[in-house]
């Protein structure tokens, strides 16, 4: 006759098939306690990195009422030009003539990308949505138009991925190129 265990109000018993031992059972889960060492907590949080990543928007608010682009995360799937992270770093954009001029021409720019579309703009910040060509990942683009400072800043990232094998870096690069020969920016 095969055993096998069963959870009866909480603790292991045998069961050996037949039903005159028992005849109500009330199953609880059984949880398996975990080491109290932390790499729960680390696979946990790589977990939710994986999916939810760093999607969404990344517009902050200063404590003095100036709005901000967050800086990256320590992962290798987005450029920012605010992050103190050196290897996510890149250097904001500067226009080269007045900046209201600038933001039109450069949200232009913008709208003509391939598979880029704009969901949210307004008169200092464009959020478009790019996706990328095979495998249709969605990664977001924002800029953030600064007029007293005479700067923009600019952030790339994946929205699922934790590399993106340098794709948001090689967009900034792009558009920086596009539009400092359209003489649009310095």
């Known amino acids: 006759m095969k055993r096998f ?11 050996d098939g037949t039903d005159d031992m ?5 199953f609880k ?7 109290k060492n932390g790499k729960h907590l680390i696979i946990t949080g790589i977990l939710a990195v994986l999916l939810f990543g760093c999607s969404g928007k990344h517009l902050q608010v200063n404590d003095d009422n100036t709005l901000a682009l967050s800086g990256c995360y320590p992962l290798p799937n987005c450029v920012s030009s605010t992050t103190w992270i050196l290897y996510n770093r890149t250097s904001p954009f500067e226009p ?3 900046a209201d001029e600038a933001w039109v021409k450069i949200k232009e720019v913008i709208r003509n990308m391939p598979r880029t579309e704009i969901v949210e703009e307004d008169d200092v910040y ?6 990328s060509l095979v495998f ?3 990664d977001n683009l924002e800029l953030l138009l600064h007029p ?10 994946s929205m699922i991925a ?5 794709v948001n870096r090689w967009r900034i690069y792009k558009l920086r190129k596009q539009l400092e020969e359209m003489k649009i920016i310095k």
Not at 22 to 26: K, R
Not at 162 to 166: A, E, H, K, V
């Open 136 to 138: 249709r990942f969605v």
């Open 22 to 26: 028992y005849t109500v059972y009330f």
């Open 29 to 35: 889960p059984v949880f398996l306690p975990m080491k």
């Open 5 to 15: 265990p069963v959870v009866i109000n909480g603790h292991f018993n045998r069961f």
């Open 162 to 166: 934790l590399w993106d094998f340098f």
């Open 96 to 98: 080269a003539f007045p």
């Open 148 to 157: 007293d400072q005479n700067r923009i800043s600019v952030r790339s990232s």
């Open 126 to 131: 464009v959020h478009a949505k790019c996706t």
